[in-house]
């Protein structure tokens, strides 16, 4: 059973440019999640899609964006690109959810460098 | 609030010994779960090992094992025999039930193991 996948792996934009990451979930779930990993902040929760609905959102700024389709992949997008949103963007699928304790399974994760 | 703190940034041990990892945590929710992640250089999360709040013995999967006091709030989690593909960042976080599920992570003890 394929994992959760996420393209692309690595990516340079620069300031200013908009970029979009996509994320395939591991089949059957429903649940996509998006996590964003700083040095400085850790692991900081993006949003959460549940049947193309996004059901939750963490505090990150509007240029923060995302979308799931009706085959439960996922992509988000960030607008407008700051230096400070290089990152590893994490992707995370489950079965319902993460509200419902069920097991989350990350993909490797898609490196941003904003320069 | 809800939050996770793992107070050790990094941990050193011996191979074929063991080491304890500390998570403490705060939630005012009484039905929750808990998780250990490992994030090996690749920078995948992989799970280590679950336990759910409202179960009172302690999660194993094989060569780890957890020690979860409820009521002090504490999830620490012991390696036995550690071995060199050990060596990793360990993450612990808190996943709730309610409209804002998500994981919430600690700043994770990065771990190394010694031939």
């Known amino acids: 059973k394929a994992g959760v996948t996420q393209t692309p792996r690595y990516l340079i934009k620069t300031r200013g440019q908009q970029v979009t990451l996509s994320c395939s979930p591991i089949?059957?779930?429903?649940?996509v999640s998006w996590y964003q990993q700083t040095p400085g902040q850790g692991l900081q929760f993006l949003f959460e899609?549940?049947?193309?609905?996004?059901?939750n959102k963490g505090n990150f700024p509007g240029r923060f964006s995302g979308r799931q389709f009706s085959n439960s992949r996922s992509e988000m997008n960030v607008s407008t690109l700051e230096l400070g949103d290089s990152a590893l963007y994490l992707c995370?699928?489950?079965?319902?959810?993460?509200?419902?304790?069920?097991?989350?399974?990350f993909g490797e994760g898609s490196w941003l460098t904003v320069v | 609030a809800q939050t996770v703190t793992q107070s050790q940034p990094e941990m050193s041990v011996q191979e074929a010994e063991t080491v304890t990892l500390s998570c403490t945590y705060d939630t005012s929710e009484s039905d929750y779960y808990l998780f250990w992640y490992k994030q090996p250089p690749s920078r995948q999360m992989i799970l280590v090992i679950r336990?759910?709040?409202?179960?009172?013995q302690n999660a194993t999967e094989n060569r780890f094992s957890v020690n979860f006091q409820k009521a002090a709030k504490s999830f620490s989690l012991k390696i036995s025999d550690s071995q060199l593909g050990d060596a990793a960042m360990y993450f612990c976080a808190l996943n709730y039930g309610g409209s804002q599920g998500n994981l919430i992570f600690g700043k994770g003890t990065k771990l190394s193991v010694k031939p």
């Open positions: 899609y549940f049947s193309e609905t996004q059901r």
């Open positions: 336990q759910e709040a409202y179960k009172q």
């Open positions: 995370a699928s489950s079965l319902y959810g993460p509200s419902s304790g069920n097991t989350i399974y």
């Open positions: 089949s059957g779930h429903r649940s």
